[in-house]
């Protein structure tokens, strides 16, 4: 499966931004996605994942904020993101196929490259 991540962008704070997760060579709709961000000096972090079932997680930091969807007819994932804050400035990647926990980056099995979001205050 090739993931490819698109939207990110420089946003100032309160404001919103939508990316998008496009997938060839496999369905998602049997697929689980996640969004994970990484920022400089930082660990990689979980911010969203959607099952292939629909059923959808969330890291607090962003739970109100950020929404998560799927169209199976585009075979892609979005985040919605809105009410932006600095602190969720980083490389946003799209990545598919968890071995263990939704929650922890390290367990995902695909990865597309990152798109940029910057959150300016």
């Known amino acids: 499966v090739q993931l490819q991540a698109s939207g990110g962008g420089l946003v100032q704070a309160g404001g919103s931004l939508r990316l998008s997760c496009a997938a060839s060579g496999r369905s998602l709709s049997r697929y689980t996605v996640g969004w994970i961000r990484q920022s400089p000096g930082k660990e990689r972090e979980f911010v969203a994942a959607i099952a292939w079932s629909g059923t959808r997680f969330y890291a607090d930091s962003v739970k109100g904020r950020f929404t998560i969807s799927r169209d199976n007819a585009k075979n892609t994932v979005y985040l919605q993101m809105n009410s932006l804050k600095p602190e969720d400035t980083g490389n946003y990647y799209c990545?598919?196929?968890?071995?263990?926990?939704?929650?922890?980056?390290?367990?995902?099995?695909?990865w597309g490259q990152g798109t940029q979001v910057t959150v300016s205050s």
């Open positions: 990545a598919g196929n968890p071995s263990g926990s939704y929650y922890v980056p390290n367990d995902y099995n695909d």
